[in-house]
């Protein structure tokens, strides 16, 4: 039967994209073996790809044709694809693989928005690459918050696809469709919540030390971390 893709109760019409994005059964239906066969992929990878994943879809794609968006000056195209889960664990490394070959075979012009479909659950995910200037050293997967499938939503916002990516990326990974310095944001978070943590840990062993020399250190230390979390919480609000 005719209609368009869909990854588990997801589509491109549940997840609010325009119809005109929507790939069409069976063109989008992504054979898992393309992404390992007759590559240099290691034999955990494979796995994970046999294991963790049951199927791979187009669920839509993103362009000026289809949506009116121009392109920007380095995305021609934004492809929704997604992942339906075999296990609980975020197939991060099947992402980061296709990301990656995506990005080297389109000349680095085309971005991927991921859908993780987990029963009736759906996580975003997306990958950046590194980006040195703004204090990101190196390129990972990041995935939003898992949502009910019929509540997750895809908003285009932008004058181009460049500034539409951004806004997608913002939204996945800081919960903000503002699509300005997305990487040092980033940054700033992952800082934000080593601190927090640190500050925690600190704050424990404090409470349990008796001896008082070393309570002294740990205040100090606290109180520096505390200063530091401060900070970088008052550059955030800059950004």
């Known amino acids: 039967m005719s209609g368009i893709e869909s990854c588990g109760p997801v589509t491109a019409l549940t997840l609010g994209l325009p119809s005109t994005t929507a790939v069409m059964h069976p063109r989008g239906r992504l054979a898992k073996e393309r992404f390992y066969t007759n590559t240099k992929v290691g034999k955990r990878l494979r796995q994970h790809f046999i294991e963790d994943i049951d199927s791979i879809t187009m669920l839509a794609v993103i362009r000026e044709q289809e949506t009116g968006i121009p392109a920007g000056p380095f995305t021609n195209e934004i492809n929704v694809i997604g992942l339906e889960q075999s296990t609980e664990h975020p197939p991060l490394e099947v992402m980061e693989h296709i990301a990656c070959t995506r990005d080297e075979l389109t000349h680095h012009r085309s971005r991927i928005l991921f859908v993780c479909v987990n029963g009736s659950m759906t996580r975003f995910a997306v990958f950046r690459n590194a980006n040195v200037a703004e204090g990101l050293m190196e390129g990972s997967v990041h ?3 898992p949502v009910e499938c019929e509540s997750a939503l895809i908003r285009l916002s ?8 951004e806004s997608l990326c913002a939204e996945t990974i800081l919960s903000s469709s503002d699509p300005t310095r997305v990487d040092r944001r980033i940054v700033s978070r992952t800082r934000i919540m080593r601190l927090i943590k640190e500050i925690d840990q600190l704050e424990r062993r404090h409470a349990r030390t008796v001896q008082i020399g070393q309570r002294n250190r740990l205040w100090d230390d606290l109180q520096a971390k505390r200063h ?5 919480q008052q550059q955030g609000e800059t950004l």
């Open 143 to 145: 995935m939003g918050e």
């Open 158 to 165: 932008g004058t181009n696809l460049d500034t539409v990516w």
């Open 228 to 232: 530091e979390l401060e900070q970088e």
